[in-house]
């Protein structure tokens, strides 16, 4: 779109509805969302569904039962709302997850408080991702109440679970048909990966549980048993002396950002061993045992250059080394979960599409990346088998999951732009 008139207009408008987008902004915060446990979902979605539907939407309610996580104390609700344009055309999906993460120590600013100071909205979730899904509810609303004569349809999502998997949300949405290539064309994600930014997609995910297994006996005499710890601090060694560095060798052509996300990367995210951790309240000793068990989560991040079989088989050759050397060494590898990575053509339509409006808008050229982290692309591309969808959104990747988490209110404004002019580059009829 290059009618400067036009471009005025989007601009007014969106600059118009600053402070509307701040209330909607501090309303999703305030709505604490928390998962786990899965608190607020259907209140989220009502509220979206009050809200949109004063805007022409259609909006339909739908619960993710039996997914990970649901239960009749906390469903897995979702919410889909569509407008149809005028005439015949393409569907543009804008997908938000409601959900955030725990609120952690460190805060100077209630986490759930929704506060305005110097252009910045803080909370839990402002950054990831509400603030995004405020802004695409403007800008969507701003499009329809420019150009109402457009074609195809806008819809709006607001998912849950995304922060634990997506499988309470997207993924089963896609199951269901929600996002088939056949009902919903082009898919933005608005992800805080930064303003200037087009996320490509995500490095894959594996994640595991280990166990090593011991001997109980009594701690005055651990020659009588076998310290399950430590066969899993051999483990860990084992980790320290060869996976880190030969995963610390490895980097990928995808645009990954940060830098230090373009190697593999292994977190532990968890170590149990021995005897479970007594209540705050308890005041006594512990008991003197050797422990028979010690587990441990791993989160390994891999690149597009990696198979899925070789991430896997490192690992247990590692663990099958230590079964032959080390003296009663046994253990159990349990797979939690897979993601592979996922990664949208830069040639697609909507990356070009929004790659052009940020330069207009900006005046820079857009920067290509892809996430250090998983986010729901993987079940759009992999379930949904829809190839056209990228992550763009306001926000500062570093915030997400950070103490007194914020939104910038300029970047909502700036990206709102980015999103109208995307749509009529999209929806309206090219003379």
């Given at each position: 779109m290059d009618d400067q008139p036009a471009f005025e207009q989007i601009t007014a408008l969106i600059r118009s509805r600053e402070a509307d987008l701040i209330s909607l902004t501090q309303d999703l915060i305030r709505i604490p969302t928390l998962n786990p446990p899965g608190d607020c979902y259907r209140e989220i979605c009502e509220y979206l569904a009050r809200r949109l539907t004063q805007s022409g939407f259609e909006t339909e309610l739908i619960r993710a039962v039996g997914t990970p996580g649901d239960s009749d104390t906390y469903p897995r609700w979702n919410i889909i709302a569509r407008r149809e344009g005028c005439h015949p055309g393409p569907c543009v999906h804008f997908n938000s997850h409601t959900d955030v993460v725990e609120v952690g120590n460190g805060w100077t600013k209630d986490p759930f408080g929704g506060a305005l100071e110097d252009g910045k909205i803080y909370g839990r979730g402002a950054c990831d991702m509400k603030g995004g899904l405020a802004t695409s509810i403007i800008a969507a609303e701003a499009f329809i109440a420019l150009f109402p004569d457009y074609s195809g349809a806008i819809e709006i999502s607001g998912t849950a679970d995304e922060e634990s998997g997506g499988y309470g949300g997207v993924a089963y949405l896609a199951e269901q048909g929600y996002f088939s290539p056949q009902r919903v064309q082009h898919v933005i994600i608005p992800e805080?990966?930064?303003?200037?930014?087009?996320?490509?997609?995500?490095?894959?995910?594996?994640?595991?549980?280990?166990?090593?297994?011991?001997?109980?006996?009594?701690?005055?005499?651990?020659?009588?048993?076998?310290?399950?710890?430590?066969?899993?601090?051999?483990?860990?060694?084992?980790?320290?002396?060869?996976?880190?560095?030969?995963?610390?060798?490895?980097?990928?052509?995808?645009?990954?950002?940060?830098?230090?996300?373009?190697?593999?990367?292994?977190?532990?995210?968890?170590?149990?061993?021995?005897?479970?951790?007594?209540?705050?309240?308890?005041?006594?000793?512990?008991?003197?045992?050797?422990?028979?068990?010690?587990?441990?989560?791993?989160?390994?991040?891999?690149?597009?250059?990696?198979?899925?079989?070789?991430?896997?088989?490192?690992?247990?050759?590692?663990?099958?080394?230590?079964?032959?050397?080390?003296?009663?060494?046994?253990?159990?590898?349990?797979?939690?979960?897979?993601?592979?990575?996922?990664?949208?053509?830069?040639?697609?339509?909507?990356?070009?599409?929004?790659?052009?409006?940020?330069?207009?808008?900006?005046?820079?050229?857009?920067?290509?990346?892809?996430?250090p982290g998983t986010y729901d692309q993987k079940h759009i591309d992999r379930i949904g088998k829809l190839k056209n969808c990228i992550a763009y959104g306001p926000g500062i990747l570093e915030l997400a999951h950070k103490p007194d988490e914020y939104i910038g209110v300029q970047d909502m404004i700036d990206s709102a732009e980015i999103m109208v002019r995307g749509l009529v580059d999209i929806l309206l009829p090219q003379s």
């Open positions: 805080p990966l930064n303003k200037d930014r087009v996320c490509l997609g995500h490095r894959g995910g594996w994640w595991a549980e280990i166990e090593t297994f011991g001997e109980i006996a009594h701690g005055s005499m651990p020659f009588l048993g076998d310290c399950a710890v430590r066969h899993m601090g051999a483990v860990l060694t084992e980790f320290e002396d060869k996976l880190y560095p030969a995963m610390a060798a490895r980097t990928t052509d995808m645009p990954v950002v940060p830098e230090g996300a373009r190697s593999s990367t292994m977190n532990i995210n968890s170590v149990h061993g021995g005897q479970p951790e007594q209540p705050a309240d308890y005041t006594g000793l512990p008991a003197h045992c050797v422990p028979d068990s010690c587990r441990i989560v791993i989160d390994r991040r891999f690149l597009a250059e990696e198979n899925i079989a070789d991430v896997r088989g490192e690992v247990t050759a590692l663990l099958d080394g230590l079964k032959a050397t080390r003296d009663k060494f046994d253990y159990d590898l349990r797979e939690i979960n897979l993601v592979l990575p996922s990664m949208t053509d830069r040639a697609a339509p909507v990356v070009q599409v929004i790659a052009s409006q940020i330069e207009k808008v900006l005046g820079k050229p857009a920067e290509f990346v892809a996430s």
